[in-house]
């Protein structure tokens, strides 16, 4: 029974290092990334679509993304729909296509996203601790009903805090890797 609870917890903790490895992807690093326009939803023929499905999206330069819908009548939309966003970038409409360029970041601003991505770890981490709570509620529930025995619960314990361990390591390992990404000039 103990078993089942950490087996139980190990995807829900993967599925959290999966979030924040989306979430990190989406900060912008001063290099041209698509996935900085993941969510961006244009009105297109009065119906919110993703603008991935839109337009194709491609990265020409290290600093600039191009953005050409297969439909001309949409250039519009995706251009109100950028400029309306929160990604910070002003959209170029050249009448065919949609360019981007992202200016180079400033030494604050890097150490500014640097802090926000230590942000998200800590969250990540905050996820991952909260699965653990919840198993080891579980656990301890299993022991006072005597599902389990009192062998079962420190077992269990010790193999909850050796997953916890090893799903930390590998959110500081991702933070580190898009630290050292943001701070490279």
Known sequence: MVDQFIKDAKPKMQLSLENLKNDLAK????RANASVLDGIMVSYYGTMTNIKEVASITIPEANQIYIKPWDKNAISGIETAIRNSDIGLAPINDGVAIR?????????RRRSIALQVKK???????????????????????????????????????ELNKLVNEMNKEVDRIVAEKETEILKI
């Open 27 to 30: 900060i912008r690093t001063g």
């Open 100 to 108: 981007l360029i992202l200016p180079p970041m400033t030494e604050e």
């Open 120 to 158: 998200s770890g800590e969250e990540g981490k905050i996820s991952i601790r909260n699965i653990r709570g919840e198993a080891w509620s579980k656990i301890q529930a299993a022991e006072k009903n005597n599902e389990a025995t009192e062998d079962d619960r420190y077992r269990g314990e010790e």
